[in-house]
Nanobody, 124 residues
């Protein structure tokens, strides 16, 4: 089991930037990939970005490609999501997730551990 705590959410104007952090503890050595998902009111949870822990290989949803960057600090057991050029449609609760199986996944059911989420609100 991996414990995950997100931080860095808040209110920002369209075109602005935020950086989310996810601090991991517990059996972090068993995590093979980390992902970010988001869920807006009335919508299903959707994939945002993922990173392979060992080599830093990344994958992004088309909706955020070129605007968001996922990265990790292995020594700090922390994954980040740098969000630039934010749009109102990016408004959602953002969740950090850990996958304890080989490979990068883009659906929520393929992840094993989840954080509590952090609210991101982008105003027009």
């Amino acid at each position: 089991q991996v414990q995950l705590v997100e931080s860095g959410g808040g209110l920002v104007q369209a075109g602005g930037s935020l950086r989310l952090s996810c601090a991991a503890s517990g059996r972090t050595f068993s995590s093979y990939a980390m992902g970010w998902f988001r869920q807006a009111p009335g919508k299903e949870r959707e994939f945002v970005a993922a990173i392979k822990w060992s080599d830093g290989n990344t994958y992004y949803a088309d909706s955020v490609k070129g605007r968001f960057t996922i990265s990790r600090d292995v020594a700090k057991n922390t994954v980040y999501l740098q969000m630039n050029s934010l749009k109102p449609e990016d408004t959602a609760v953002y969740y950090c997730a850990a996958r304890r199986r080989l490979g990068i996944a883009v659906v929520s059911t393929d992840y094993d551990d989840w954080g509590q989420g952090t609210q991101v609100t982008v105003s027009s």
